[in-house]
Each structure stands twice: as C-alpha cells, then as structure tokens.
C-alpha cells in the first residue's frame, strides 16, 4: 500500500499545481552570500518552498517544477516564483541599497524569456535597480548555446548580472563560460565538499579561478558546511562563499538582522592562522629539500660522470624522502638511470607512466628550459604528475659542475601528496583493519566491524556523534515520534566566546573544554535513550525523545547551569566558560530535520542576541 499512497500523493501535487501558480502559494527564503575580503554579507539568493494546499506541507522547487513541467506551466512558475522573491526582496533592497539578489531563471525556457522583457517589469514594478539582481542560470540544463549568449548580452545591457550556475558538475561546459562570459562563476557544491581532503578538486577549483580572473569574473563556491571547507576556498582563490557553515536559508521578517553573520570575522582570523602556519611549514619544507638537495650536489661534484648512479642511490638511501633523482648534460639529455627506492610509493607502471632510460630527452621539460633558458642556478617547479612513477611531485633541478668540469644538472623528486592522506593511510594499513583479517574468528571480525562503523559516526575529539550520526538518525527519530505520536525535543547548544578560550589558553586547552562539556551534557540527559552530537566547532546538538517542551527547557537549564557552574582546571590554568541554548519541541506535525533544527537555531541566535548565557524556548520568547 505504501507505493500507492506514494502515488497518489505525487498525483495530488500535480493536479494542484495550477492552484499553487494561481494563488502563489509559495514560502521565500533567503540564504546570505559572503564576500569574507570584505568581512560583509554581499547579497542574499532567492529560494522557494511550495506549499500543498491540503496539508500545508512545503514541495522542494524540485518537484515543484517536476509537476509544472508535467502540466506544461514551467514558464508560469518560474515567473510567480521571482515575482515571489523579488517582492520578498524588495523590502530587504530599500534599507540596503548596496546589496544583490540573486534569482534562478529556469534555463529550459531561456527562449521563451529572451524577448519578453517580464523580468525587466518585474524589477521596475518594485522599483529596484537592475544592478542589484544577479540572474543565476543552471548551464547544465542549457539546450541551446546561442539564446543562452543571446539572453546573457540583453539583461547585461539593462544592467543586470549574469552568473552561471553548478558549473564543475554534471555536463558542465568549459566553452559556455568563453561564450557567455559571466559576471560570476558559481562552483557546484559536489567540487566544494571536503575539497580541503583532494588535492584534484583543489587543481579544477584553482582552475575556475584563474580562468574568471582572466574573464573579469567573481568566483562563488556553493554549499560550504565546514570552516576547513571554506579555508580552502580562501586559499585557492574563492571571492564569496555560501553555504550552511555561514546560514540556512530563512525566512525574513526583519530586513537587518539578516546582513549581520557572526561567522565571518572568526574566519578571516582562522584563515590567517591557517596560511602563516602553511607559509611556516612550506618554508620549513623548503629548507629540508633545499638542504638535501644541497648535500647531494656536494657529493656529486666529487665523483666522475661514470659513477652518477651509485653516488644517486647512495644519496636516495640515506634521504628516502626522494621520490627518485636522475641526472642531465646541459642540453636535457639524461646521462645517468632514474634512481628511485621502488617501494617507497606504489609505483604505475604502464604504457604512460614509467621510469626515463638513460639518453631520454628532457629538453621541453619544465625543470629545464625554464633552468637554462633564464639561466638560473636552481628551479623548483609547480606540483604535476610524475611520469616516471604516476605520482602527484614536484622536481627541484639545480646546476652544477663536477671534477671533470663539466655542466650538469641534477633533477630530484618530491612526492606532494598531502602528508595528513598518506599518514592516515598507513595507520589503515598497519592496523587490524587491514592485515591478519584471514587469522581472526568471526567474533574478532565482527568486533572489527564494529569499531570501524563506530569510527565513522563517532567525532574524533569529543568521542561524541558526529555530523554524520546526527543526520541520519534524527531523520529515523523525527519518524518514529510522528508514528509513535510522541513529542521530541531539540537543544541547540553554543559555547559562549568560545574563541576566547582558544585565544587565552591555546588550542589544547579549547579541545580539553569541549571534552569536558560533553561530560557534563551527557550527563543531564537519559542515557540509552537521549543522545548528543558535534553540530559543528563549538556547537552541539541535544535530542531528548517523547519530551515535551517543558521538559527540553528544564533539561536545556540543568545543562546550562551545569556549564556555568563548572571550573575547567587545564594545567595552572581555571577555565570558566557559559553557553546559550535554543531548544524546539515538535508534536503532532511533520517537520523535516532542516526544519527543526532551523527553529531550535533561530531560539539561540535569541539567546545569544539577549545576552547569552540563556535558553531560549518556544515558550519563554512569546
């Protein structure tokens, strides 16, 4: 019976998607865009929820358009949709005049918008100027490159902004970006998530922003939920960032507070952290490769051209940081063999990726003609894939004359995989997860199992759930209270001035609060029953089952007072520290867990906003 109901509720949206188009029953939401160089909220993208007209339920846009697409409405959609968000805007654009909207224009139908100048009457009709709209095309649904241009060229001349959408994914097409030359690049969530952990996504990001800098573009990464995710986007280049780590999309009643992000400055401080500690350790590094590569010219320049090789793999075996060294005339001929330890990475050895032979031709490499041609000692080049074994590396190539007085060059490889991917994957391979696994009983195996799945749902810090724990089960719990008809309640917490901890004691002494606040967390709720995850830095979430809320807030009180009573002695030191909690309470009523958590957020942004130190709940801010 379930895939029937399923059925017939799918029908049902569709026959009412006329109702939904006639009497706009659409919610709009608003997610902030952040331009961190600037320390400000740039601008604001326009979102729309449905709303069925039985059940008062929100439709993702993706079914929306899925029904009106059915119904042949798409075109009327799309345009009751950004009437919906430029009206909602347009509240927001006279009290913040500097400010963009961004708005998704549906690319299937750019054809039938080209000509019509409705979106120009729309703008007009609220008087906004059409510099603050940024219209959002989704390229990978683009038919038809030429009223793509076409369309791209005429808004431009009224003054609108153009951005291309989710590009890096899909069917994305490097030339429509030559094509339409955007304003703006928007780079698809699916290239943001752990780029920090992929040096290739990292490489295609790089990529993107080279090439709008190039074109005069802004680049905007989607869809970053992590401050290491955002740090990268720093790093690599990124102009503006959105996403979950800065703010959900929201609803806005009152036009200010959503230009206020208490995200940002802590950012632009952990991200010059982060890059004076990279500038710290790629120096150090650089000192360690110079030295070796230093040493081992000392040592070349002693010995005959005959004997390059054994000198080389006496070198390699006492710095086996060497990924393999070879050695060049002053015309990029190789004289001597490509020395390397031959299990010191995996090695691919194929038809493309193999070791250079003795009299190869080096001359178009790019550790040598920039060498000669600039007549420079010593060149390091930028990261590439070695041919010689497949890896990620980069060749350090310096000149030198040995006792027969003759030019060469030495030329040694580096491997520059992140060192954090290699440590981690020899802890895999050196424990029993991965060897000896045919010796053990099925009770040992299970209990391997068990602590691999435990690993992956477990925050490593705090031994508390984690983000991915959190998603998955409050989905399942959110279900079963329905079904049950039990009320379940949420307790967001935040540890006030967190950074000041940091800041005061050092990082060390940030990790050891956050461990101790666990304690005292799980130790006011049921155990076996409630349970707490790691939301994200100093954020946690509390989820207390078959609780109403009088009982979420005397638990969010007790955990409160708990903290604010506590005195964290780390080393000499007495740490104090206080929190602000939002709690949220659901009965009878579906809501998605973006919802419950959003509610249980917008009660501590309360809290947090009346002082802190406090909780906040649906009853106590009525």
Same mark, same amino acid.
């Given at each position: 019976?379930?895939?029937?109901?399923?059925?017939?509720?799918?029908?049902?949206?569709?026959?009412?998607? /006329?109702?939904?188009?006639?009497?706009?029953?659409?919610?709009?939401?608003?997610?902030?865009?952040?331009?961190?160089?600037?320390?400000?909220?740039?601008?604001?993208?326009?979102?729309?929820?449905?709303?069925?007209?039985?059940?008062?339920?929100?439709?993702?846009?993706?079914?929306?358009?899925?029904?009106?697409?059915?119904?042949?409405?798409?075109?009327?959609?799309?345009?009751?949709?950004?009437?919906?968000?430029?009206?909602?805007?347009?509240?927001?654009?006279?009290?913040?005049?500097?400010?963009?909207?961004?708005?998704?224009?549906?690319?299937?139908?750019?054809?039938?918008?080209?000509?019509?100048?409705?979106?120009?009457?729309?703008?007009?009709?609220?008087?906004?100027?059409?510099?603050?709209?940024?219209?959002?095309?989704?390229?990978?649904?683009?038919?038809?490159?030429?009223?793509?241009?076409?369309?791209?060229?005429?808004?431009?001349?009224?003054?609108?902004?153009?951005?291309?959408?989710?590009?890096?994914?899909?069917?994305s097409n490097m030339d429509r970006i030559l094509l339409v030359k955007p304003n703006i690049i928007k780079i698809d969530i699916s290239?943001?998530?752990?780029?920090?952990?992929?040096?290739?996504?990292?490489?295609?990001?790089?990529?993107?922003?080279?090439?709008?800098?190039?074109?005069?573009?802004?680049?905007?990464?989607?869809?970053?939920?992590?401050?290491?995710?955002?740090?990268?986007?720093?790093?690599?280049?990124?102009?503006?960032?959105?996403?979950?780590?800065?703010?959900?999309?929201?609803?806005?009643?009152?036009?200010?507070?959503?230009?206020?992000?208490?995200?940002?400055?802590?950012?632009?401080? /952990?991200?010059?952290?982060?890059?004076?500690?990279?500038?710290?350790?790629?120096?150090?590094?650089?000192?360690?490769?110079?030295?070796?590569?230093?040493?081992?010219?000392?040592?070349?320049?002693?010995?005959?051209?005959?004997?390059?090789?054994?000198?080389?793999?006496?070198?390699?075996?006492?710095?086996?940081?060497?990924?393999?060294?070879?050695?060049?005339?002053?015309?990029?001929?190789?004289?001597?063999?490509?020395?390397?330890?031959?299990?010191?990475?995996?090695?691919?050895?194929?038809?493309?990726?193999?070791?250079?032979?003795?009299?190869?031709?080096?001359?178009?490499?790019?550790?040598?003609?920039?060498?000669?041609?600039?007549?420079?000692?010593?060149?390091?080049?930028?990261?590439?894939?070695?041919?010689?074994?497949?890896?990620?590396?980069?060749?350090?190539?310096?000149?030198?004359?040995?006792?027969?007085?003759?030019?060469?060059?030495?030329?040694?490889?580096?491997?520059?995989?992140?060192?954090?991917?290699?440590?981690?994957?020899?802890?895999?391979?050196?424990?029993?997860?991965?060897?000896?696994?045919?010796?053990?009983?099925?009770?040992?195996?299970?209990?391997?199992?068990?602590?691999?799945?435990?690993?992956?749902?477990?925050?490593?810090?705090?031994?508390?759930?984690?983000?991915?724990?959190?998603?998955?089960?409050?989905?399942?719990?959110?279900?079963?209270?329905?079904?049950?008809?039990?009320?379940?309640?949420?307790?967001?917490?935040?540890?006030?001035?967190?950074?000041?901890?940091?800041?005061?004691?050092?990082?060390?002494?940030?990790?050891?609060?956050?461990?101790?606040?666990?304690?005292?967390?799980?130790?006011?709720?049921?155990?076996?029953?409630?349970?707490?995850?790691?939301?994200?830095?100093?954020?946690?979430?509390?989820?207390?089952?078959?609780?109403?809320?009088?009982?979420?807030?005397?638990?969010?009180?007790?955990? /409160?007072?708990?903290?604010?009573?506590?005195?964290?002695?780390?080393?000499?030191?007495?740490?104090?520290?206080?929190?602000?909690?939002?709690?949220?309470?659901?009965?009878?009523?579906?809501?998605?867990?973006?919802?419950?958590?959003?509610?249980?957020?917008?009660?501590?942004?309360?809290?947090?906003?009346?002082?802190?130190?406090?909780?906040?709940?649906?009853?106590?801010?009525?």
């Amino acid at each position: 019976m379930l895939p029937l109901r399923g059925c017939e509720f799918e029908q049902q949206e569709i026959s009412d998607i /006329r109702e939904i188009i006639k009497n706009q029953r659409l919610i709009v939401f608003f997610q902030p865009v952040i331009s961190v160089s600037r320390k400000m909220v740039s601008g604001l993208e326009g979102l729309i929820r449905g709303i069925n007209p039985h059940t008062n339920q929100t439709i993702s846009p993706i079914r929306l358009f899925d029904a009106a697409l059915k119904e042949g409405l798409t075109l009327e959609l799309d345009r009751v949709c950004r009437d919906k968000v430029i009206e909602a805007f347009s509240y927001i654009y006279h009290q913040n005049k500097e400010k963009l909207l961004f708005i998704n224009v549906d690319a299937s139908i750019l054809d039938k918008v080209e000509g019509s100048n409705y979106l120009i009457h729309q703008v007009e009709t609220y008087k906004i100027n059409p510099r603050n709209i940024v219209i959002e095309i989704n390229e990978t649904k683009v038919q038809d490159n030429t009223a793509l241009k076409r369309f791209a060229d005429t808004y431009r001349q009224f003054g609108f902004m153009v951005a291309l959408d989710d590009v890096g994914t899909g069917f994305s097409n490097m030339d429509r970006i030559l094509l339409v030359k955007p304003n703006i690049i928007k780079i698809d969530i699916s290239l943001v998530r752990n780029i920090q952990n992929d040096y290739y996504k990292q490489g295609v990001f790089k990529s993107l922003v080279n090439l709008s800098n190039k074109i005069g573009a802004i680049v905007i990464a989607e869809g970053v939920e992590t401050e290491e995710e955002a740090i990268q986007i720093l790093r690599l280049g990124g102009h503006m960032i959105q996403g979950y780590f800065f703010g959900k999309p929201q609803g806005v009643y009152n036009g200010s507070h959503i230009f206020i992000n208490n995200r940002i400055e802590p950012l632009t401080e /952990r991200f010059n952290e982060y890059m004076h500690n990279k500038i710290r350790e790629e120096r150090k590094r650089e000192k360690q490769l110079n030295m070796i590569v230093n040493s081992s010219i000392k040592e070349l320049v002693t010995v005959s051209c005959e004997k390059f090789d054994n000198k080389l793999l006496q070198i390699i075996w006492a710095n086996k940081i060497i990924e393999c060294a070879y050695i060049l005339d002053e015309y990029g001929i190789q004289l001597s063999n490509t020395i390397r330890i031959c299990d010191k990475n995996e090695v691919k050895e194929n038809l493309i990726f193999y070791s250079a032979k003795m009299g190869t031709d080096h001359s178009m490499e790019k550790y040598y003609y920039p060498l000669i041609s600039a007549s420079l000692k010593k060149y390091v080049t930028e990261p590439y894939v070695s041919l010689a074994t497949g890896n990620l590396c980069i060749t350090i190539s310096k000149v030198f004359t040995n006792v027969d007085n003759k030019k060469y060059i030495l030329c040694m490889d580096f491997n520059n995989t992140s060192d954090s991917a290699l440590e981690l994957m020899k802890d895999i391979t050196t424990s029993d997860m991965g060897i000896g696994i045919s010796n053990k009983s099925i009770t040992e195996i299970n209990q391997i199992i068990d602590k691999m799945n435990e690993e992956i749902i477990k925050d490593s810090l705090t031994n508390t759930f984690n983000r991915r724990y959190l998603e998955e089960r409050l989905l399942v719990d959110l279900f079963n209270s329905s079904d049950k008809k039990q009320p379940i309640s949420i307790i967001l917490v935040d540890i006030d001035h967190f950074k000041k901890v940091n800041d005061n004691y050092g990082h060390l002494a940030g990790d050891y609060v956050l461990k101790e606040f666990v304690k005292i967390a799980k130790y006011n709720i049921r155990s076996g029953l409630d349970w707490i995850a790691r939301y994200g830095g100093e954020e946690f979430l509390i989820v207390l089952l078959n609780s109403d809320e009088n009982i979420a807030y005397t638990v969010a009180e007790k955990v /409160r007072k708990a903290i604010e009573n506590a005195e964290f002695q780390y080393n000499e030191d007495t740490i104090r520290i206080t929190a602000s909690l939002g709690t949220y309470t659901i009965d009878s009523k579906r809501m998605t867990c973006e919802q419950l958590i959003d509610h249980a957020d917008r009660n501590l942004y309360r809290a947090k906003n009346s002082g802190r130190n406090k909780t906040i709940g649906l009853e106590n801010w009525l």
